[in-house]
């Protein structure tokens, strides 16, 4: 659900500012994302929802998290529910990933969940680093992934390994196994964005975050 316009979290502001910093006009982003400019404008100007498969869409042309285009609402309906029969989750490819959504139809959730298949062997491969704020879920269903985060040594998760952290702390994805790496995703998504979205929201060049042991 979008928040009202002209708030720290319009997430039209955020979708037009993050494509103006990439130096894309309205029609590069059609013509990348496959929607109409009208759709974007609309998009942009806050007088369209934008809809999970929406956002990822987008966020996969910006390379940005898809958690910064969604928020949730401070109430909800009881007795909601949402099934996904193996396999007809929406897909959606990046670089060195593929994304099934689940539950797209479920509106106005405070998590989102995906499987996620990761092939890229590297940072680079994979979009390089990423953060975004909430939490992050992860659990892998088969392969092996190796997990960057800032401060701590790279993580080596196998099947059934899981992890929770704060998706604050920039990260990155690397398949290292010979088939590629499968997981579940959970994200939680936050009622409104932090204000002062910016540079932030994009990865930064390989490389330019400590991997070194700390604490989170």
């Not at 680079?124 to 892998?140: D, K, V």
């Amino acid at each position: 659900m979008l928040p009202e316009e002209g708030g720290a979290g319009d997430l039209g502001g955020a979708i037009r500012k993050t494509r103006k910093q990439l130096k894309l006009s309205l029609k590069e982003l059609s013509e990348r994302s496959g929607l109409a400019v009208s759709q974007l404008s609309k998009l942009e100007n806050g007088k369209q929802r934008i809809s999970v498969d929406l956002a990822l869409r987008i966020a996969g042309v910006l390379h940005v998290p898809v958690t910064s285009f969604l928020a949730s609402p401070a109430a909800r309906p009881l007795a909601r529910r949402s099934v996904v029969r193996a396999g007809t989750g929406t897909r959606h490819e990046t670089r060195g990933m593929i994304f099934e959504v689940l539950s797209s139809d479920f509106r106005d959730k405070s998590n989102l969940f995906w499987n996620v298949t990761v092939t890229g062997r590297s940072l680079e491969e994979t979009g390089g680093w990423r953060s975004h704020a909430g939490e992050e879920f992860l659990q892998i269903l088969s392969g092996s992934l190796l997990l960057h985060t800032q401060h701590y040594e790279p993580l080596l998760l196998e099947t059934g390994d899981s992890i929770l952290f704060d998706g604050e702390m920039e990260h990155g994805y690397v398949n290292s196994g010979e088939a590629p790496a499968v997981m579940f995703m959970s994200n939680s998504v936050r009622p409104a964005l932090p204000p002062g979205l910016g540079p932030a929201l994009l990865p930064d060049p390989p490389g330019s975050a400590s991997n070194d042991e700390g604490n989170a």
